[in-house]
């Protein structure tokens, strides 16, 4: 979502040079594992212009054991952004997939959104999002591949639709802050971790390095519309909330989505 933005990479270096691998997890607890690699079952569909729950022209369906998004069915986008709703909220928590973008792009999609998608978390429970509400008011985990051959493009990013992060002890203001990841073709297979401690600290990690940390997420800030303004708490700290898989005008494939619930 959004065009990513290149700040502080000088501090992230020193940042990434002192976590260079993702912290200790706990001990003791179980892996889960989110996709049943058969079925939608446990997921939720919310598309802009559509009610939760109405999965439009079938954009979110499984193909070969993988969750893709599909847009065969579309006659046209239509600003039709897309998410799909894991049924359980989480708050502090160890979250593994790998995704990797097709070549199905919907060219009357906006320019930004080539090769581009998410997962959103600490997000709001789907159901509380209008009919013609465009993003869920959310954190979002951005992900991205080679736009041009040669050219850098990070991934593991992090934007925010309705909300603020802090971001080297300092509130961050614009919608997107890019990682130091490396850069990926579209067809690669790329394994993302989330690491969540509520609202103390969140960890991005791509291919096994640690490529972004930020602390205190909370609402604010705009980029979202159509939402209900009861819902929007400005100023409300995330410490939990809902994840989904993004879709937003490129098509995209996700597997192996894992989670291990931190104490």
């Not at 501090?11 to 200790?24: G, K, Q, T």
Request: net charge negative.
């Amino acid at each position: 979502m959004g065009k990513y933005v290149f700040v502080g990479m000088g501090a992230m270096a020193l940042l990434v040079s002192c976590f260079s691998n993702p912290p200790e997890q706990d001990k003791g607890q179980e892996w889960k594992s989110l996709f049943n690699g058969k079925d939608l079952e446990g997921w939720i569909p919310k598309i802009n212009h559509h009610e939760p729950g109405d999965n439009y022209a079938h954009t979110f369906r499984v193909t070969d054991g993988k969750i893709q998004v599909n847009y065969a069915d579309y006659e046209a986008f239509d600003e039709r952004f897309g998410h799909l709703f894991y049924h359980q909220p989480f708050s502090s928590y160890h979250l593994k997939l790998e995704y990797r973008f097709t070549d199905d792009w919907r060219e009357d999609a906006p320019d930004y959104a080539f090769r581009n998608s998410g997962v959103m978390f600490h997000a709001q429970d789907p159901h509380t999002m209008q009919k013609d509400q465009d993003w869920p008011i959310a954190i979002e985990y951005q992900m991205l591949a080679e736009r041009e051959k040669g050219s850098s493009r990070p991934t593991g990013n992090v934007c925010t639709p309705g909300t603020h992060i802090f971001y080297e002890g300092e509130k961050y203001t614009d919608h997107c802050l890019n990682s130091s990841s490396d850069t990926y073709p579209p067809d690669q297979w790329v394994r993302a971790e989330l690491i969540v401690r509520r609202d103390s600290l969140i960890t991005h990690v791509i291919n096994g390095d640690t490529v972004l940390q930020y602390t205190r997420p909370h609402v604010g800030g705009g980029v979202v519309t159509g939402y209900d303004p009861a819902v929007k708490k400005d100023g409300q700290a995330l410490t939990g909330g809902y994840i989904a898989l993004q879709s937003e005008g490129h098509g995209v494939e996700f597997r192996n989505i894992r989670i291990k619930v931190l104490d």
